[in-house]
């Protein structure tokens, strides 16, 4: 398929799904803002959309908890989510849920894009970014570091379509590895298997993730300082220093010799210790120089909408289409001042947003052409 202008959602099914018993959505590739009490299941419809992106959706919750809950159940709910996707090559039907399929006992994911089964979640990658904030990453530079490279990792996806599947390859893997050393068995031919697998696949994801920070980086600078202040960005980690210096194939080997000598203390620890999978997004307030862990609430949130704004002008530029942004609950926290420069950004976009709030009026400047919908106790009202 043909890079898009411009990818939104057309309209949104969901069955089963949380609160949804069965809801459609008809949005024409508008803004949507989503408003009720908390509790209505605004975040709820949010999370469906980030299934039409590769992983676990925003609030990385396990298959069989995703379905809506039912008395006396057995087995988890078979839910659903798909779209029609406007492109300028027409409009693609897309969809993801549990398989139907699937022997009892066993939660699969699978994908379908045209009517055709997908063989991965990439090819969801392929046809859309999407890129999110909710309340809860509001820590994310003060926690620890796995939630960093999983917001960093959703950003590469736009840029390296393989990202998904070598992160997937990476940690059955090394999964595999660490319940062997831990169970004491397993021979050497074994093992090294699995650690030539978490070498090739895992220098592939620090060369893609500091490819990535490197286009970041340039778009970030690009803009003066403006309501969301510019960030800093670099990639720390053993494999991202090597890559600095040495070529692929030598930091492959490079890192199947450093597994093969930690697999007494990886078998102690019960976990790899090293590898792309310990990396960190270091990211700094460019003006103060301050490190962003440090900087005060307001201004973390600040770093973090500037970011994704950023990597919103990147991939427009880079894939010909900005991302889709799903925004729970961001305007509360913003002052009127952010509030009107992020609607400003994201008209200039030209991008289909997704925002929730309680509060009707924190979004009175969004464009003239957004979707407003009500929802209360998963029922979608969307105003005429």
């Known amino acids: 398929m043909e890079t898009a202008s411009r990818v939104a959602i057309e309209r949104l099914t969901v069955s089963e799904f949380r609160c949804y018993g069965a809801a459609v959505l008809t949005a024409e590739g508008r803004s949507v803002v989503l408003t009720g009490p908390n509790g209505a299941g605004k975040t709820n419809l949010l999370e469906a959309v980030s299934f039409l992106a590769p992983g676990r959706g925003l609030r990385r919750a396990p298959l069989a908890d995703v379905g809506r809950r039912r008395a ?33 006992g066993t939660l699969r994911r699978i994908v379908r894009v045209d009517g055709r089964p997908a063989p991965s979640q990439t090819a969801l990658a392929e046809l859309a970014t999407i890129q999110w904030l909710t309340p809860q990453m509001d ?134 210790t090293e590898g792309p999978h310990r990396a960190d997004l270091v990211v700094h307030h460019a003006a103060k120089g301050m490190p962003a862990a440090q900087c005060s609430t307001g201004e973390q949130k600040a770093l973090l909408i500037g970011l994704i704004l950023a990597n919103g002008r990147l991939t427009a530029s880079e894939r010909g289409s900005p991302p889709i942004f799903l925004l729970d609950e961001v305007a509360a926290h913003l002052d009127a001042n952010r509030r009107r420069a992020l609607f400003e950004e994201l008209a200039a976009l030209g ?34």
């Open 72 to 104: 006396n159940a057995t087995e988890p709910t078979r839910w659903a989510v798909s779209a029609r996707l406007m492109t300028d090559t027409g409009v693609v039907p897309v969809g993801t849920g549990l398989d139907p399929s699937a022997p009892p």
């Open 139 to 272: 820590r994310l530079f003060a926690d620890g570091s796995s939630g960093r490279r999983r917001f960093f990792d959703r950003m590469v996806y736009g840029y390296h379509k393989g990202h998904s599947a070598a992160l997937t390859a990476y940690e059955q893997a090394m999964r595999e590895r660490t319940r062997l050393l831990r169970e004491g068995r397993g021979d050497d031919r074994w093992l090294a298997a699995l650690e030539d697998a978490m070498a090739t696949h895992g220098v592939s994801i620090s060369a893609a993730r500091l490819a990535t920070a490197e286009r970041l980086v340039r778009a970030v600078r690009v803009r003066s300082e403006s309501a969301f202040p510019q960030a800093d960005i670099a990639l720390s980690g053993t494999v991202e220093a090597w890559l600095a210096d040495k070529p692929a194939a030598e930091v492959e080997d490079a890192l199947r010799a450093l597994l093969r000598e930690r697999r007494p203390i990886d078998a102690a620890a019960g976990a790899a």
């Open 351 to 384: 991008c289909q947003a997704w925002l929730s709030g309680t509060d009707r009026g924190l979004f009175d400047g969004m464009a003239a052409e957004t979707l407003y919908v009500t929802v209360e106790d998963g029922q979608l009202r969307p105003e005429s």
